[in-house]
């Protein structure tokens, strides 16, 4: 698969003050050349998404243009992640999603004419699922998720000066590795209100919320 080399630098603005959400937690779905109508409408006829009252409302999501494509952001919530939702949204296309939630556990999948192509856990890529898990290798191994962390214990050496993992650089990582198979970059401005948002509440209280990617 011929895509660019991932650089995790153009997401260096997530270690500034400017990206609160790691604790809150977040999750990015890119989809590239899908306009926010049409990422809308998915979400509203086939997936029961309300439209947004006020900004009250529970597990918004806001879908940005980007470049020819459109990304959504959710603050705190998880909707991408859910599987009939990236089934929907792959539709004629390909997504690809990143999590990070609250408890600090993080996700990712890319999904290709409504089928997961590959899917991991974050931290540990080194177990891939879906048709092709190894799709993604050469761009996972380009930013250092492979080969995937492992630690040797090592009586010789004190555990504290094992060297800490940073986790948010390797959820960084895997968002360059999302634009390099999208196109799509995620930005200080996908942070903003956006004019395209719907509430995804309904879908957290069905049983869309018990299957992920």
Same mark, same amino acid.
């Given at each position: 698969?011929?895509?660019? #080399?991932?650089?995790?630098? &153009?997401? +260096?603005?997530? @270690?500034? *003050? *400017? $990206?609160?959400?790691?604790? #809150?937690? $977040?999750?990015? @779905? /890119? /989809? ?8 809308? *409408? ?5 997936l029961g998404a309300v439209p947004v009252l006020d900004t009250t409302q529970p597990y918004i999501a806001h879908i940005h243009a980007a470049g020819s494509g459109s990304i959504m952001f959710e603050n705190g919530g998880f909707g991408g992640m859910m599987l009939e939702v990236i089934r929907r949204l792959s539709q004629d296309t390909k997504a690809v999603v990143v ?8 996700? $990712? ?17 080194? *177990?891939?699922?879906? %048709? ?13 998720? /492979? ?6 214990? &090592? ?5 504290? &000066?094992?060297?800490? %993992? &940073? ?14 198979? #999208? ?13 395209? +948002?719907?509430?995804? +509440?309904? /879908? ?6 018990? %299957?992920? +990617?």
């Open positions: 698969m011929n895509m660019p #080399t991932p650089n995790p630098a &153009d997401h +260096a603005w997530l @270690t500034g *003050d *400017d $990206f609160s959400h790691w604790t #809150t937690g $977040f999750c990015v @779905t /890119l /989809l590239p050349n899908k306009s926010p109508d049409w990422v809308e *409408d998915i979400l509203r006829t086939f999590l990070r939630d609250f408890l600090g556990n993080a996700a $990712f999948a890319y999904a290709m004419d409504g089928e997961i192509i590959t899917r991991f856990d974050i931290y540990f890529p080194g *177990d891939r699922l879906g %048709r092709s898990p190894d799709a993604l290798n050469d761009q996972l191994s380009a930013v250092g998720l /492979l080969p995937a962390y492992e630690y040797v214990f &090592d009586e010789d050496v004190d555990e504290e &000066d094992v060297p800490e %993992r &940073d986790l948010n650089a390797e959820v960084i990582r895997a968002l360059a590795v999302a634009t390099a198979v #999208t196109g799509v970059r995620f930005d200080k401005s996908h942070l903003n209100a956006a004019p395209h +948002a719907v509430s995804l +509440a309904p /879908l957290y209280g069905s049983d869309l919320a018990r %299957r992920f +990617a």
